[in-house]
């Protein structure tokens, strides 16, 4: 997916991953008790970003980013050092 914002610096947009709605049992979980997710793919990196790249998976830290909504799409804006971790 292509977007139209283009960070600048160490900046990274990316876009949240649907929280789980149901547990590794089974169980299904209820819409208002369902967390924000903190796994998100990144769409576009500023040019000072060095440690990920488009279409890696990211955990960032959860009030560190910038939310977004465009054209009906959300998304973040998260600073590279709020990047904890990319996922396989």
Do not use: C, W
Request: no cysteine; glycine share 6%; aromatic share 4%.
């Amino acid at each position: 997916m292509k977007t139209k914002i283009h960070p600048l610096a160490d900046y990274v947009v990316a876009q949240n991953e649907e929280p789980a709605t149901r547990t590794l049992t089974g169980i299904y979980l209820p819409e208002n008790s369902a967390q924000k997710s903190q796994v998100a793919k990144v769409l576009s990196v500023g040019k000072d970003v060095k440690n990920v790249k488009v279409g890696d998976r990211i955990i960032h830290k959860g009030y560190a980013s910038t939310e977004i909504k465009m054209s009906g799409e959300e998304f973040i804006l998260v600073k590279e050092e709020d990047i904890i971790a990319t996922v396989n």
